[in-house]
């Protein structure tokens, strides 16, 4: 029987909160078992970029990675929060270590082809290295990665953080029973986006056609609700969609995804 | 018979000028054996720095790391600088992983104790963690350091490169044999600063001692050679000063130290 291994993603809302983050990595650095930290960005590169005179670029609502924003992306994800959160989790006791796709070549990508808009310094992942990343977990370090990634070509790359978690998830579960955790700032997927109480406590891929076609899901969720099911497609033993509070209380509801 | 492991220390003088930086990446990932490389960091930090209107702080002409420029040494050594290595030493087929002194725990440090100056965030070494470090060599890994170390209390710490480079080496010489090479902007001590060809080639602490005396060694020299005794003092085999082609060219000449 594999081991049991655990991939938790983490997004803006908490990494915004100094608060909201600490208490996260208290939890996070309580559970129990193999496990693995992505995290998102945050508005801090926002805000770094303004401070610079850049303004992010955007063609038709998307966001662009030009070579200045990269360079952005590159300070405060792999450092400023990569090593802050490593600073935190190493002050909990959880023996943790920050990780770019180019650390020990764990993510390897390439650059996003041009079909209708040049998206910049994007990067749709190839590989995962579960050699190298097994080495961490075998040695009692806890991976923590931040989104970017590399072509293996000399150039890091911009990539979305939901998209690391699920490709790791898929990756690893090769060696490993994975559970992938998407905590995000709703209490899991909403009948009602309004009323937190309304989680949808199981979707299965009839459920979510359904959810799609009421509406009910929509927009931001859909390209996180379609990572999750290619997970499961691919090996991936559990999805769970839920808060940050997730991981560690165990009255906390959430959104089980199943094929 | 004790494995060698190189440590070789890079600055500013490559680190500013993308050129030499590629040409020493490639030498880098042609030398054979068990190697790690640090890096300090340039002028990167203090442009970025600027242009986030951050004045370095400076004391008695010493520089400070205040709350908002360990902000920008964290961003700019781990982040940028140290991913952009990792990302060049990958397309060289060289293994690269970056660390920070937080990542593995693999360098502890403490907040520098106020004597006369308060330095702010800068960091002290502690210990090296042999085990996290060898866990790297042993498995292909290169370990690549940037200069931010932590307390394990959460407090990531600006850290002299140097410092760390004779740590490492220093710590690291308990499991291998192990030569410390410090590259920088001149071809090795000098008898005569304004001629690269006056290369000392071996300095021993009696004449260390007479080169202090007639001024020969001075200023920013003086705190880089003790580190280098202090290091052979403490373990290392041997300790070498020269300029970066040092690592690729045979007849390239540097100063060696001898106790």
Known sequence: MKEKLKIIKI?????????????????????????ILVHGGGKRATEIANDLGLQPK???????????????????????????????????????????????????????????VDYGFAGDVDAINNTAI????????????????HDKKGQLLNTNADTIASEIAKGMSRDYEVELIYCFEKNGVLQNVNDE?????????????????????AEGMLPKME????????????VIIGNPRVISDKNQKYTTLQL
Chains 1, 2 share one sequence.
């Not at 109480?197 to 899901?217: D, F, G, M, P, R």
Request: glycine residues 6%; charged residues 25%; aromatic residues 6%.
């Open 197 to 217: 109480t309304s989680v949808i406590e199981i979707i299965n891929a009839n459920l979510y056609k359904e959810l799609k076609n009421n509406k009910v899901i």
């Open 58 to 116: 955007m063609v038709e609502g998307r966001r662009i990675t030009d070579e200045a924003n990269l360079e952005i992306v590159t300070m405060i994800y792999a450092g400023l929060l990569n090593k802050n959160i490593i600073g935190q989790l190493q002050k909990y006791r959880c023996n943790a270590i920050g990780l770019s796709g180019a650390d020990a070549n764990c993510i390897q990508a390439h650059k996003r082809i041009v079909i209708d």
């Open 11 to 35: 997004g803006g809302n908490v990494i915004n909160d100094s608060e909201a983050l600490t208490s996260f990595l208290i939890d996070f650095s309580k559970v129990n078992g193999l496990k």
């Open 227 to 238: 990572n999750c099911f290619e997970a499961l497609r691919k090996g991936v033993e559990k």
């Open 134 to 149: 097994n080495v961490f977990l075998e040695n009692d370090m806890i991976p923590v990665f931040c989104a970017i990634t």
